[in-house]
């Protein structure tokens, strides 16, 4: 734990006073703590804090996205070593693990993909962009998680978020961010995915909440169930696969 | 003078950088958290920097008439608080003078209410200067959600080198500005020379605890859960730990004074409040 360098004119005042013990890693100017470009150092009474804060925000405003993402990572300590093994014991989520692809506009042949014939991965994940008005680029970067390669766990997990939409051919209203949650939740076993599968649906009518119950979301835990984990598919070299024939390959049943 | 090093190197928070992008920085972390800015002083202080602010404007105690440079004065808050008192004051005044006279007649009663329209801060004005262009746009927002038009002006300024005359100004005061400014002692020497010979420097500033649980109990709130509060409620983790850095940093109560003595106030003092989480300084020019 270093003291704060000293600025020379201070008149010999010394401001290292009795911060010794009370500073542990959040000094994140000090480079050796970082672990990674954007992480936030942060003791496990700040991620108890952050938590506890980030859920009650989620909760009344859905549209925080960056509180739905600072959830996942601060609850997340026992699903993503989880993950993370799932990923090495498969063979192409081992080379994912390797390679670490990233889901970016700049990555991605926008063009190419809207180019492939429709029915496969690359045009329908394009088409739900476009109807949905969103982007891969708004993904926030993993902060809080302190291990490199986790954060690279998360990090897909939210890239491949979309592709996830893309597959159970769900929107991006609350409805359909409901079922994929629990979708997610099943596969991953992410705390934020639970909370948000079972807290999810308290803003939706009656009437969604019907279909909800009685059809999408048994829909939802049966694919989860059925399915191989999510993060081992590369679905950057399956573009041109049919959504159908991957849906059958990882195991998702055909939507409601 | 005392103060800075004389070298380009300096502050911010706890990093060692060059006086240049520590003042290119802080105008970042300002226009991070400008819309934002209101809602975590009353997270942070859970409210209590309205009553440090409030102390200021009655410790100040402005006559109608008073002339008013808030320096870093942002969103507005000490400007407000500075036009309120004086309305209030100038309405006492106008009381007075209708109480004293009992023989008015009804030209002289509603030329006293006249007055009152025409004139409520009896000439007083406030001009708020920062150096932030999002903190003045929030600042001016505000005002006009609130209804403040009369006797108030934006300028856009910065504190080491400001945009006025010499000798202009009735009261200088800086609240919670004077810590993020990079040269203090040119600060405070513009404060002197804008200031009207009598005039009053003000400050209102963090400063040092010196009870030690309770610098403990600070320390602990400060560094655990004010960040946090940041990330939760705008977003913005790092500002929040510059704010909390930035804070020990600052000087103390007696450095503080002797650097404004330094400038040539005479009569500085400071008061504590809240047992040194705040203090307020005060000068003046004689």
């Not at chain 1, 279909?211 to 041109?240: D, F, H, K, M």
């Not at chain 2, 513009?190 to 963090?206: T, W």
């Not at chain 2, 004074?257 to 409040?273: C, H, P, R, S, T």
Request: with cysteine; charged share 25%.
């Amino acid at each position: 734990l270093r003291a704060p360098p000293l600025s020379a004119g201070r008149a010999g005042l010394s401001r290292a006073e009795p911060r010794a013990e009370e500073e542990p890693e959040q000094e994140e100017a000090d480079g050796s703590f970082q672990l990674y470009p954007g992480h936030i150092p942060t003791s496990p009474l700040q991620k108890a804090l952050l938590a506890a804060g980030s859920a009650v925000v989620a909760l009344c405003d859905p549209y925080r996205h960056d509180m739905v993402a600072v959830l996942g990572e601060t609850t997340g300590c026992l699903a993503l070593p989880n993950l993370r093994d799932k990923m090495k014991h498969d063979p192409e989520g081992y080379r994912i693990l390797q390679e670490r692809p990233r889901i970016r506009l700049s990555t991605l042949d926008m063009d190419r993909l809207r180019g492939l014939p429709d029915g496969t991965l690359g045009r329908e994940y394009v088409r739900f962009l476009e109807d949905n008005k969103v982007s891969p680029d708004t993904r926030m970067p993993a902060k809080f998680v302190d291990d490199e390669e986790l954060a690279y766990v998360i990090q897909r997990y939210r890239e491949v978020h979309d592709l996830m939409h893309t597959l159970l051919g769900m929107p991006t209203n609350m409805l359909g961010e409901v079922v994929v949650k629990w979708f997610e939740a099943i596969q991953t076993g992410l705390p934020m995915c639970v909370l948000g599968a079972a807290f999810g649906p308290i803003r939706l009518n009656a009437r969604k909440l019907q279909v909800l119950a009685t059809e999408l979301v048994p829909w939802a835990i049966r694919s989860g169930r059925n399915a191989s984990c999510i993060l081992n598919v590369y679905y950057e070299q399956r573009w041109e696969q049919s959504v159908e024939s991957l849906r059958e390959e990882i195991g998702i049943f055909p939507p409601p | 003078a005392r103060g800075l090093a004389a070298g380009p190197e300096t502050h911010f928070g706890f990093q060692t950088v060059s006086e240049a992008e520590r003042r290119e920085k802080i105008y970042q972390v300002f226009e991070n958290v400008a819309k934002k800015y209101d809602v975590m002083n009353d997270s942070m202080t859970l409210g209590i920097h309205r009553v440090w602010k409030d102390i200021l404007v009655h410790k100040m105690n402005p006559s109608p008439g008073t002339l008013l440079v808030d320096v870093a004065g942002g969103t507005g808050d000490i400007a407000f608080r500075f036009i309120n008192y004086v309305r209030s004051v100038r309405e006492r005044q106008l009381q007075q003078k209708l109480k004293r006279h009992q023989n008015l007649s009804w030209q002289e009663i509603s030329k006293s209410y006249q007055e009152e329209k025409v004139n409520p801060l009896g000439d007083s004005q406030v001009v708020v200067c920062d150096i932030n262009k999002e903190m003045l746009k929030v600042g001016k927002q505000r005002a006009q959600h609130l209804g403040y038009s009369e006797g108030l002006s934006w300028v856009l300024g910065n504190a080491e080198e400001l945009p006025f005359d010499d000798d202009k100004f009735d009261v200088y005061t800086i609240a919670f500005g004077i810590r993020n400014v990079t040269r203090i002692d040119l600060a405070l020497q513009e404060a002197y020379r804008v200031l009207k010979p009598g005039g009053r420097f003000l400050c209102l500033e963090f400063s040092h605890v010196s009870n030690p649980l309770l610098a403990r109990l600070y320390d602990l709130y400060s560094f655990q859960v004010i960040p946090v509060l940041g990330e939760i409620i705008a977003g913005d983790w790092k500002s929040y730990q510059y704010l909390v850095e930035s804070i020990r940093r600052f000087p103390p109560q007696e450095e503080l004074k002797a650097m404004i003595e330094d400038a040539g106030f005479l009569k500085v003092d400071y008061q504590n409040l809240t047992s040194g989480i705040v203090a307020i300084h005060s000068g003046f020019k004689l």
